[in-house]
């Protein structure tokens, strides 16, 4: 069973995502939880997530990978910064108990200028702050492209972000195709070599979903720059041949490309005939 979708517009609530997301054939989809310039999230409508629930069990969805704001940096030097980063994480965890049981993807973060070691002290401190043993959404984290100072631009950083969690099973990966071809994983001339890496350093067990992006720039650019399927130097083939990988095939794929919303439907039509059931 293909699970695909892409990110949707929040704003209007869960109802209107289910509806969306059924109208473009998709059977899956990202959120941001809260706006990325931070404040406070809308208070739950909890009709509202009954009539999504409802949408969902009928039209069988896959699990949802909510995705936290791309500003919330849990390494960051300014403990202000680190301390929003922790109460939005934290809050967005007990709100996404509403639609049990899904994804809830974050970028690992930056950790400018104070180093890898440092930076994965202050995840893990977040992580062991924030967690709960009774949380059914598992917690996920994003292969970065590695631009800048950026954390999780190759596997053995989330391995040991997740190595040194307490509460480590309420962990995952969420892979970004674009990400982890700009940070040097040559996912067009050897993805299984790659994915082999991945079982190696992290264990596939651990991969939850894929954030399914064609890239601007060419491998191992540190860019982090999406592009539309098939408009970018990974290229149609490479993805389809990610979404049919037997290791892969069940995962949700999440499309995050530069596209309006008939720009989605046709990508998620286009991936739909190109899957072998
Ligand atoms: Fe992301
Ligand atoms: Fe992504
Ligand atoms: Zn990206």
């Known amino acids: ?13 869960y109802t209107a995502m289910g509806k969306q997301a ?51 940096n849990a390494c960051a030097s300014d403990e202000n ?3 929003f980063a922790r109460e939005a994480m934290a809050d967005d965890i007990s709100r996404l108990e509403a639609t049990p049981g899904n994804y809830y993807n974050f970028h690992p ?17 977040q992580l062991n702050t924030v967690l709960t043993q009774s949380q059914t959404t ?11 100072s950026e954390m999780g631009r190759e596997f053995e950083e989330l391995r040991e ?3 040194r969690t307490n509460l480590s099973e309420k962990l ?21 070599g790659v994915l082999e890496q991945f079982d190696t350093i992290i264990g ?43 290791k892969l095939k069940e995962l949700p794929f999440i499309l995050e490309t530069p596209n309006d919303i008939d720009g989605y439907a046709r990508e998620i039509a286009f991936l739909k005939e190109n899957y072998n059931d």
Request: glycine content about 10%; aromatic content about 6%; charged content about 20%.
């Open 172 to 192: 995952g990966v969420c892979l970004d195709t674009c990400h982890i071809w700009d940070a040097g994983y040559d996912i067009v001339n050897n993805l299984d």
């Open 138 to 148: 598992t917690v996920l984290l994003e292969t970065m492209a590695g631009k800048g």
């Open 204 to 246: 596939l067990d651990r991969l939850k979903a894929i954030h399914l992006n064609d890239s601007l720039n060419p491998l191992g650019a540190h860019k982090d720059r999406h592009a539309k399927i098939g408009e970018g130097h990974i290229g149609a083939d490479s993805l389809i041949r990610v979404i049919n990988h037997p």
């Open 81 to 83: 910064i680190r301390r």
């Open 109 to 125: 973060g930056s950790h400018v200028k104070q180093g890898v070691e440092m930076g994965t002290q202050l995840i893990v401190e």
């Open 1 to 13: 069973m293909l699970y695909i979708g892409c990110h949707l517009a929040s704003s209007k609530g």
């Open 22 to 72: 059924v109208e473009i054939g998709a059977n899956t989809f990202a959120f941001f939880t809260r706006n990325p310039r931070g404040g406070s999230a809308k208070a739950l409508d909890l009709d509202d997530v009954a009539k999504f629930l409802d949408i969902s069990r009928d039209n069988n969805f896959g699990k949802l990978v909510a995705h936290a704001p791309y500003t919330m």
């Open 161 to 163: 972000i997740i190595n």
